[in-house]
Each structure stands twice: as C-alpha cells, then as structure tokens.
C-alpha cells in the first residue's frame, strides 16, 4: 500500500510560482512512476507531468510545458511540481499519484493523494 500526501497549494497572482510536493510512505518509491494531475470545477481529471521510475525521464502535457517541472528525490520519498508563470487556467485541485507503468492515463494509476488546491487569481 501507497499513501501520498501532497502539500504546498495555495492562492497566488497571475504570472506567480508555487512548488507542490507529495510524500509517499512506501520502501519501493523509487521503482513507481509518478504524476500530477489536476481538476478543475466542473472538468474531468487531467494529465500534468509524470516522472518515470529510476531514470527520472519526464512528459507534460502541452498546456503546462515550459512553464511545469516534475522533479523526484528518491532519498526523501518525494515528488515535486515546480509551477511558474501560473494563469487562472491552472486553478483545480492538483493531484499525485503513483503507478508502475508510464501513462498519461489516470486509469493507469494506483494510488492517489488527497489533493491539494492552488487558485490563480489577481
């Protein structure tokens, strides 16, 4: 079993940056993939970033691409989401997660985080 605490949301203006972080409770982190999703009122889950298992390769999705970075630190059992340059677009509940396959697909994730919300607005 995987638990994962994400921390660091928060309101911010336009143009601002926030670091989210997820601490996961489990021996093997560094043999799980994990990713950042977020949902907005009324949308669907989405996609953010994902960073893979041991070589720590990483994808985003378009919207956030140069802007999101996904990092991890295998010593401290914790993934990190720099965010920079942030727009209203971005408010939603940003979510971590875990799986052991590289996917965008939050199907493909088996565990979850609570959530935490970061709100863009001047």
């Known amino acids: 079993q995987v638990q994962l605490v994400e921390s660091g949301g928060g309101s911010v203006q336009p143009g601002g940056s926030l670091r989210l972080s997820c601490a996961a409770s489990?021996?093997?982190?560094?043999?799980?993939?994990m990713g950042w999703f977020r949902q907005a009122p009324g949308k669907e889950r989405e996609f953010v970033a994902q960073i893979s298992a041991y070589t720590g390769s990483t994808y985003y999705a378009d919207s956030v691409k140069g802007r999101f970075t996904i990092s991890r630190d295998n010593t401290q059992n914790t993934v990190y989401l720099q965010m920079n340059s942030l727009t209203p677009e971005d408010t939603a509940v940003y979510y971590c997660?875990?799986?052991?396959?590289?996917?965008?697909?939050?199907?493909?994730?088996?565990?979850w985080g609570q959530g935490t919300q970061v709100t863009v607005s001047s």
């Open positions: 489990v021996r093997t982190f560094v043999s799980y993939h």
């Open positions: 997660a875990a799986t052991r396959t590289i996917t965008r697909s939050a199907s493909a994730y088996d565990y």
